[in-house]
């Protein structure tokens, strides 16, 4: 009976540790994530930047009637 219960009592414990390790997993692929964008905004940051002074441009010129043109 004894032997059982610690069979039980170390089953428990076994989970608790894989939740641990799940969290771990999760926090490696947040990070490989967000390490991915870093690295799509510095290789595109010159294409990037010049969109948004286009958009820029286009918003300040909007009431002037000159109209933008669409990339």
Not at 2 to 16: H, K, S, T, V, Y
Not at 37 to 43: N, R, Y
């Amino acid at each position: 009976m004894l032997e059982f219960l610690r069979i039980m009592l170390d089953a428990r414990f076994a989970a608790r540790d894989e939740r641990g390790a799940s969290a771990v997993e999760y926090g490696l692929l947040i990070a490989g994530i967000a390490a991915l964008i870093v690295a799509v905004v510095f290789a595109f940051n010159g294409t990037i930047t010049g969109l948004f002074d286009k958009t820029e441009n286009c918003i300040a010129t909007s009431g002037t009637g000159t109209g933008c043109s669409r990339p």
